[in-house]
């Protein structure tokens, strides 16, 4: 008996443990960028995996994640694009790694040449 009501009172007090835990705090949603910049000729011809590493890891520093860019045939121009929480840090993420920009918008919406305008 003694050993059901140990068990009964670890088990209620784990129990009310668990109710009275902080909750983790939910993130934002991230909103979806398109960074357009232009580049001097040569610019991004030194690009190498520690600079996107320091870019990366500035990035983070403000909550924003860089997806993928493109780039024209001579390497002036990019688009990229971001994930983050508002175009601020969007545009405190380009100042931390020193990048220009020439404009950020916002793309919230997705359009898939293979599937319906109406699936879901």
Known sequence: MKIYIAALALLAANAFAADSAPQAQAQAPAHRYIIERTFPAGALDHLDDAAKAKVNANNSSVGVRWI??????????????????????????????ALPVDRVMEVPVDLDPGVSANKK
């Open 68 to 97: 993928k860019s493109f780039a024209n045939s001579d390497k002036t121009k990019t688009y990229c694009v971001y994930e983050g929480p508002n175009e601020a840090a969007i545009r405190k993420a380009a100042q931390l790694n």
